[in-house]
């Protein structure tokens, strides 16, 4: 599988990332989902320290003990979380920052992160203070490079600006066109990758399209009624899908631009895992299938989240 430069660093992640937040609680499962992904060329996974209170790192530490040094380790803070009582509060302060790692490296039984993220951030955060944060904890050697997961343009503005971030998580798929107006070649120009979240919008674009419509889409999705969203899956699978499958265009529409380092994908299944890597990783999406694509969706626009 094609590997991308990770921002400025030395880090270099798989085209496509699983994302472990639907692997689910069974460890031996888990094991499975994740040695699949790897036997792909998948060499990046991505967690969080609330995906299940910790228990997600807790599995995923697990699962590749003895292979650390073929994975690329992502994981996320910001979120102080009680266990005990399923509640959690925002919390990007230094400190949490400092002690969220520790916890975080516990879990997962290792000694670094490669990549470690804001688990989300508003304006109003003290944001100096969580880059210093990040800064020392990259000069300590606990993480190789850091960066956010945020869809708020300001935010991530202030953090091109103030910080040597090296990527950004943010959710891109052929229906939610955002980052495109105004996020993606601003990080390029600066040399910050991009990790796209819900490239398959919530299963909508995947093979299962039409059920997923019917179950997620009945109140539409962004600007999209349930009823464009039928069209939109129909155009698709008419046009595109002969020699491939919607989970490929899907998969490939967010990669074709150059920002973008690694498509996330959730699993659930070993079935899932092949899905959406059981095709010709090299094979780009032609300039002509791409502007083809956008003029079926909308390039909607942030509003809400600044």
Not at 19 to 40: E, R
Not at 82 to 106: C, F, Q, R, T, V
Not at 230 to 244: G, P
Request: a negative charge.
């Amino acid at each position: 599988m094609i590997k991308n430069q990770l921002g400025k660093s030395d880090i270099y992640v798989s085209a496509l990332t699983l994302g472990c937040m639907s692997i689910g609680t069974d460890a031996k499962q888990a094991s499975y989902i994740i040695d699949q992904a790897l036997d792909t060329g998948i060499n990046h996974l991505d967690t969080a320290d609330l995906y299940n209170f910790g228990e997600n790192e807790q599995i995923v530490g697990k699962a590749i003990q003895g292979k650390r040094a073929q994975v690329v380790l992502t994981s996320k803070v910001g979120n102080h979380f009680n266990k005990e009582k399923n509640d959690w509060y925002w919390d990007p302060s230094k400190a949490h920052i400092k002690n969220g790692l520790k916890d975080s490296l516990h879990r997962l039984q290792t000694n670094y992160l490669d990549f470690y993220m804001l688990h989300g951030g508003t304006i109003e955060d003290p944001i100096d203070e969580s880059i210093e944060a990040f800064e020392e904890l990259k000069k300590e050697g606990l993480i190789r490079a850091y960066g956010i997961s945020s869809i708020r343009p300001n935010v991530i503005r202030e953090y091109v600006e103030k910080s040597s971030i090296d990527a950004v998580m943010m959710q891109y798929n052929l229906l939610d066109r955002r980052p495109e107006e105004e996020m993606l070649d601003l990080l390029h120009a600066n040399e910050i990758s991009v990790f796209t979240r819900g490239p398959l919008a919530k299963g909508m674009l995947s093979k299962h399209g039409k059920k997923q419509i019917e179950k997620k889409g009945q109140g539409g999705y962004l600007d999209y009624s349930q009823k464009e969203l039928f069209a939109i899956f129909d155009n698709i699978s008419n046009q595109f899908t002969s020699e491939t499958s919607c989970n490929e265009i899907a998969l490939k529409y967010v990669l074709k631009h150059p920002a973008v380092a690694s498509a996330v994908f959730g699993a659930s299944s070993s079935e899932q895992v092949k899905e959406n890597t059981d095709f010709d990783h090299a094979k780009a999406l032609t300039n002509e299938t791409y502007l083809a694509i956008q003029q079926l969706t909308k390039p909607i626009k942030y509003t809400d989240h600044r």
